[in-house]
């Protein structure tokens, strides 16, 4: 099979089993400046997809012959589409629909009938991450996490991607010293677990620190250390090594934070737990914009969205349970926003961290029912910890 060739900047493909949405979509493009490429179903993107790459794929999520959320796995397998970005149409309303573009990769939805400024939004986005090839991960929230096991790639590193850091992985210490070496410029802070092999893994702890005097270094352990340890990992990195054993979920994260961002304020995201529901958002002033979250703290709501809000902005939230038809009501601050980027091997969700402010009744019970008591409610009650 021939390579595709790389498509003019602003050509869209246009994925719809029905001509007249084909044609909307098309002229609400053509006004944007784009080229439209309609294509009747899945196997005439797919095969469009093996000529050229498009800048953006939209595609509805119900089709006769290929379902949508097929087509995007497809799409996000196929080596010309895992880059491209896949914005999916739905029905409005449709918590359960949207919930099956975000399990097939997509990378956003639009409700339909597809509204001219929403679209416009969407593909501002995209054509600003392009431009942000050049500028990387934003200054001050890079970070290198150097796993010692599962519990550090799953949890912790987790954790802080939902509190809106951007993270580069290392598998062990011989990664971590080609990494830091590859993008030490662009660092901001390192994250080591010293438990599987501390003597390789307080070995890179010096060098990093030797090479990065400034930067801040965290030291973590899942077992108990000897005195010659504790004593080494607190001359490296300026405080006592953090014991997961004698710490909740909360208490590590948080300690983990404070040395990376100092003043940062955590959203509790050691605690998230599934919650699906559809957003919409409306800053002061602004436009509505959609997007989705399928995880939630006791204080906090994760969206993920090509078009995040500015961080600081107060926000006025429609927000639709799955499974629920009528929308609930909440206020809210964004506390960090990630807008999309291009691939690079920083990990980052493309959205922006929610911190809950206002609730009505019927949101709050929900939020009652689906995130657990023992993760911290009543919301004016005192925070709880978790363990693990």
């Not at 975000?102 to 939004?121: C, Q, T």
């Not at 599962?150 to 949890?155: D, E, P, Q, V, Y």
């Not at 703290?297 to 078009?307: G, H």
């Not at 809210?332 to 807008?339: K, L």
Request: with cysteine.
């Amino acid at each position: 099979m021939s390579t595709p060739i790389p498509a003019a900047r602003d050509t869209v493909f246009v994925v719809d089993d029905s001509r007249t949405a084909r044609e909307v979509v098309r002229l609400h493009l053509a006004r944007l400046g784009c080229e439209a490429v309609a294509l009747e179903g899945g196997e005439a993107c797919l095969a469009e997809l093996s000529r050229r790459v498009p800048s953006l794929i939209l595609m509805d999520l119900r089709m006769e012959r290929m379902q949508g959320d097929e087509v995007c796995r497809l799409v996000k397998a196929h080596p010309a589409g895992r880059n491209v970005p896949v914005i999916m149409f739905t029905s409005a309303g449709e918590p359960h629909e949207v919930m099956h573009c975000w399990r097939a990769g997509a990378d956003d939805f639009l409700p339909k009938p597809v509204a001219l400024e929403a679209l416009e939004s969407k593909l501002a986005a995209v054509r600003a991450a392009r431009e942000r090839a050049r500028e990387g991960a934003p200054r001050g929230r890079r970070v290198l996490l150097v796993e010692g096991g599962r519990f550090l790639h799953t949890f912790l590193g987790g954790a802080l991607e939902q509190e809106g850091l951007h993270v580069l992985y290392a598998r062990d210490a011989e990664d971590a010293a080609r990494l830091a070496a590859e993008y030490g410029a662009q660092l901001d802070g390192f994250v080591v677990d010293v438990s599987r092999t501390p003597r390789e893994a307080l070995g890179l702890a010096a060098r990093l620190r030797e090479v990065h005097t400034r930067k801040p270094l965290v030291l973590l352990t899942r077992a108990e250390e000897s005195p010659e340890v504790l004593s080494r990992a607190h001359a490296l990195a300026g405080a006592p090594l953090l014991e997961k054993r004698h710490l909740s979920a909360d208490e590590l994260l948080g300690r983990v934070l404070g040395r990376l961002v100092p003043g940062l304020t955590p959203l509790r995201a050691a605690e998230r737990v599934p919650f699906f529901t559809v957003v919409e958002f409306t800053p002061p002033g602004g436009a509505t914009m959609s997007g989705f979250s399928h995880d939630a703290s006791p204080e906090a709501l994760f969206v993920r969205t090509l078009t995040p809000a500015r961080e600081g902005a107060r926000l006025s939230l429609k927000v639709l349970l799955a499974g629920q038809r009528t929308p609930n009501t909440a206020e809210a601050t964004v506390a960090w926003s990630n807008p999309p980027r291009p691939p690079g091997p920083f990990r980052a969700p493309a959205g922006m961290g929610l911190r809950l402010e206002r609730m009505d009744a019927s949101l709050t019970q929900q939020f009652v029912r689906f995130v657990p008591r023992t993760l911290g409610f009543p919301l004016s009650g005192s925070p709880r910890v978790s363990g693990f």
